[in-house]
């Protein structure tokens, strides 16, 4: 056993101002929030595909960093396209995965690779990268 003034002298209490430790706590409380938007929040609304000649809703993903844009809308009951351009060299993003369309796909670096995706009943279709760190998600409407 440690004396009492050895124990002091190890570890010593300061007393902080109320209001510090308020302040310290609410920081806390804003970094979880901003880290909880920054992962599993909304950014932005979803951008609609275009229609093309050949009947398809196409749109062009750009992969850097994420996906832009990470939100696609596109109509119940018609086939896609997706293109997905591809500026990040990091190796988590050379695959997309569509879970609910049992699909993936490689993506090259500084090249576009579309995938083309049959039609569907409304609903929200995820994808991500090949460890699921990296998402988006399809926003099938009638
Ligand atoms: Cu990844």
């Known amino acids: ?5 050895a124990q002091t002298s190890l570890w010593r ?28 929040g909304r950014h932005g609304a979803g951008v609609a ?12 993903i750009s992969v850097d960093g994420g996906y832009k844009p990470a939100r696609i809308q596109v109509k119940a ?3 896609m ?3 997905f351009h591809r500026l990040d060299p990091s190796g988590c993003l050379a695959q997309v995965i569509f879970p609910d ?15 083309e995706l049959p039609a ?4 929200v279709y995820p994808f991500h990268c090949g460890m699921n760190m990296v998402r988006g998600v399809l926003e099938v409407v009638e």
Do not use: N, Y
Not at 13 to 40: R, S, Y
Not at 49 to 60: K, N, V, Y
């Open 1 to 5: 056993m440690l004396s009492d003034a």
């Open 13 to 40: 209490t300061i007393d902080q101002p109320i209001a510090l430790k308020g302040l310290v706590v609410g920081i806390g409380l804003l970094l979880i929030a901003a880290e909880l938007w920054w992962f599993l």
């Open 49 to 60: 595909a275009r229609g093309s000649d050949t009947g398809l809703q196409e749109i062009t």
């Open 77 to 79: 009951g018609r086939a």
């Open 81 to 83: 396209r997706l293109c």
């Open 101 to 115: 369309f049992q699909t993936s796909l490689d993506l090259r670096l500084h090249a576009t690779t579309c995938v």
């Open 120 to 123: 569907t009943a409304a609903g």
